[in-house]
């Protein structure tokens, strides 16, 4: 089959199209026909070589690729019938990528418990963009696990995680406050933003003023770290989505990394956001698409950054066996 994949780490150009055997599903698994894989920054990490570490012991090619939609092909045996998968069913999934497998492939098998249904009104490229980073600020908000009425400060609030952790926490009873340039505000506000707080050097400070205390907690998608930690109260927690320094900060506050990882077969969370966008609470957003025979161009333009939504890779037309 089809996949895009790298030998070597590097830029944008170390992507290459590269040929692996065709996928079938094992027990509890079923088959995708990926149809569009959304491009996130953990893509730009494997193909860098910042997650060399955990690849020591793999074979390259190494396949980036966590959200993919498409449709399932085969179905393993063993599947929970209350699942509802059938082939046929336009689906998007979350995949734990290692190695050469990845969601940049023509063909990728996965739990079914990984995958729902495509939201309805949604296209095979407005999936592909939501469904990792969704999820992984599900997991954040989850982790924090803040009675209703706390305050949650967001970091990177306009970005794909950002957006996602102030709707969800919104929906949650939470008093979610952005970071954000101010062109994003009225987004952010509809998304359910209770403050709206532009971004810049002085953010943290900017932040007491308005909360004297401190916030209850950071959901710090923009990796600002321990420049943002003045703006806690006492005791707070920053979520981190990178590993990184773990030993706790001044004040009490703890920086609690989060890996999407830990629940890509959570079922129930995995299918309640996908109504979740059904029902308009979360939105779907494609900055670009670009052909996967094009994932040099279209990682160039990720690298490139200002975007408001998903760089989307289009596998309709890419030609393979299977």
């Known amino acids: 089959m089809y996949a895009v994949g790298l030998n070597n780490y590097g830029g944008p150009e170390v992507l290459q199209r590269v040929e692996l055997p065709d996928p079938h599903p094992a027990p509890g698994q079923v088959r995708v026909k990926v149809r569009a894989a959304g491009i996130n920054p953990v893509d730009v990490m494997v193909r860098d070589g910042s997650l060399a570490g955990w690849f020591a012991d793999a074979k390259p090619p190494f396949v980036p690729g966590m959200d993919i939609a498409g449709t399932i092909d085969e179905v393993g045996e063993g599947i929970d019938p209350q699942l509802g998968v059938a082939i046929g069913q336009a689906v998007v999934g979350v995949v734990d990528n290692f190695g050469s497998y990845g969601g940049y492939s023509q063909y990728v098998c996965l739990p079914a418990a990984s995958v729902t249904p495509v939201p309805a009104g949604a296209s095979f490229h407005e999936a592909s963009a ?50 954000a340039s101010p062109q994003d505000e009225a987004f952010l506000r509809a998304a359910g933003a209770a403050e709206v707080i532009a971004r810049g050097d002085d953010v943290a400070a900017r932040i007491r003023q308005v909360f004297p205390a401190g916030v209850d907690a950071v959901v710090d998608a923009a990796s600002l770290g321990e420049q943002i930690a003045p703006a806690v109260r006492d005791g707070g927690t920053i979520i981190t989505l990178r590993p990184g320094n773990d030993d706790g900060l001044e004040r009490g506050i703890k920086p609690v990394f989060v890996n999407v990882r830990e629940r890509v077969t959570d079922h129930a969370a995995i299918a309640k956001l996908g109504q979740q966008v059904a029902d308009g609470l979360l939105t779907l957003r494609v900055a670009a698409v670009f052909p996967a025979t094009d994932a040099v161009a279209a990682h160039r333009r990720f690298d490139e950054g200002g975007l408001r939504g998903r760089v989307v890779l289009d596998f309709e037309s890419v030609e393979g066996r299977g």
């Open 130 to 179: 939501f469904l990792m980073n969704a999820l992984t600020a599900r997991n954040a908000l989850d982790t924090l696990h803040l009675p209703p009425g706390s305050t949650v400060l967001v970091t990177g609030a306009a970005g794909a995680v950002g957006a996602y952790a102030v709707g969800l926490g919104n929906a949650d009873g939470l008093r979610m406050v952005a970071i």
